[in-house]
Each structure stands twice: as C-alpha cells, then as structure tokens.
C-alpha cells in the first residue's frame, strides 16, 4: 500500500480549557486533517470527537462546521471516514451519516486492514470495573430516555447536555499503570484468549499507549487525545505508528 490508514480520537470540540479554547483546537485538528488528505486511504475517528452533542430530528448543536466541512472533504473525495460514538457523544444519530456520509460505528468494531486484524473502538465501558459508569451509559443508551430528552427545548437540553458532559471525567491515571491495572489492556488480553488480533486501537484514556500484549506480537494502542498530544496514529506499509502533530 502505498496510501496510509490514520486514527485519532478525543478532540472534544465544545470544551475551552485554560490552555486552548475549542475553537483554537479545531483550527490545529483541521491543519492536519488538511495534512494527511492526500496520503489518506481511510480516517477512523475514534470517539469523543465532541465534548457534548445532542442530535435532535431537526436541530443540531451550533458550531464546528469547519470541522464538519473537513470531514466532508475526505468523504466527497471517496475517502472513508469512520465516526465512533464516545461517552462524549454517544447521542449522535444520523447526521454526519446524512450529512457527511461518515460510517458511524456505536461499538467496537473488528476489520482486516492490509492482512492485519484490528479491534477498533473508543474504548469506553470495556474491560472491568467502572460499574458506574456502565450503568448511566445503558441509561442514555435507551431510546425511550433518548426520546424523552429530545423533549426537552435545545436552549435547555443543549446546555443540559453539556453539564452532564463536564461531570463524566475520562481521567484515570495520567500515567500507564501497568498492564494488570489498565482496563483496556486488560480487555485486548481477553479478547486474544479467544482469538487473534494484530492490533486494538482506542481511544478514551486522554493518554498515548503503545503497549506490546503477553503474546509478545499484538499491539494495544491508545491515540491519545487533542487536549495534551496532538496525536495520531498511522498505518502503513512500514506498520504501525504513534505519531504527534506540529503544524
Ligand atoms: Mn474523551
């Protein structure tokens, strides 16, 4: 292959921080985005590329639309461009499938990629522990809940949302705690009792991770995010690699 596959995951458009506001972060996120267009065989996003996000039937949170206008630029030059839903923004629907013809994916999803296996997904609710939060994520999961928010008026249910959003941390250590500790490699372990995997890549631990799995060949990537690593992921001919962007 001569064209490369990118990841990336946790942009979190919507959150201004001390350091960076969103839109200062868009603008870095469309640079690259811009970078890679023309190498780019396929783009997989993998969750929490919004900080809140409330899809109504008619009516979409205000904003972004450079970012948008980005993601539509791959999709229109035939390049696949695949949206994972996050804790962030898992009440996404079908507008960026309408409107962008993303391939919206709600669960992990296993692909073959150049004869390698991969497990992709935010990585959310996956391994042990974190009861909590799997509980509140089947309660927004449901469509009668989902259904009854839509109730609400956006200039309530927007902001409501986004509130929400600001008291679900993603934050565990911010330093690897080991592989016996850290839930999503505890998860890649599993899965490879089962069967074989060359590489898991998620996202959702705000950290870079670039961790070879007891079989001694698999690999368990984390993209980091957009808030602190400006980082992505790129496969290639040469393999896999973490990269870090700089304008
Ligand atoms: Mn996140």
Redesign the pocket.
Known sequence: MSKAIFFA??F?LGLDTAEQTSQEREKKIIQWMSSILEEAEALYLL??LFDYWFEYTAVIPKGYVRFLAKIAEFTDRGIPVHVFT???DMWMFDYLVTELGVQLHRQPIEVTLHHKRFLLGHGDGLGPGDHGYKFIKKVFASPINQWLYARLHPNLGVPLMKYFSQQSS?KQNDYFAGPEKEWLTIYAEERLRDEHFDYFIF??R?LTIDHTLSNGRSRYLNCG?WLSYDSYIKYDQTGLKLLTYSP
Request: negative net charge.
């Open positions: 995951s946790d979190h969750g929490d996050g804790n962030h993603d996202g959702h705000h995010d």
